[in-house]
């Protein structure tokens, strides 16, 4: 008989295994996907901030008009509304704004600023 340890060690293996091809094999078009591409059992540190920003699944007008809501995806200063427009360049929010990446380092600046604590905090703060 296997030790119980064993046991538990294989089916977290098992899980884990299952859980990383539904996330390789699913809707890939979402923004966590590019950022965090293999999944862990373990709970990220974000806060509900983060996965506002991350996800733009916030109150973003982009987000809004995807959903049907509104007509248009546009931020009141004119700019495309969202996450990362509000963050960077938008002059209604220009007390936080951050330098915004090139547009072909845009996944990667996401990727690396998503695991940054003071990144993180300086956003949320």
Request: proline share 5%; charged share 25%.
């Amino acid at each position: 008989m296997l030790p119980k340890s064993h046991i538990k060690a294989l089916l977290r293996k098992r899980l884990h295994e299952k859980l990383q091809t539904s996330w390789n094999n699913g809707d890939t078009s979402w923004k966590i996907y590019d950022i965090m591409r293999s999944v862990s059992l373990r709970p990220t540190n974000w806060i509900r901030e983060d996965d506002i920003f991350f996800s733009e699944h916030g109150p973003f007008p982009s987000n809004i008009k995807r959903f049907h809501l509104s007509d248009s995806d546009q931020c009141s200063c004119g700019g495309t509304g969202t996450a990362l427009h509000y963050a960077t360049e938008c002059i209604l929010s220009v007390s936080g704004h951050m330098r915004r990446p090139a547009p072909n380092f845009e996944q990667e600046w996401l990727k690396r600023e998503g695991n940054n604590l003071v990144f993180r905090q300086k956003f949320a703060g």
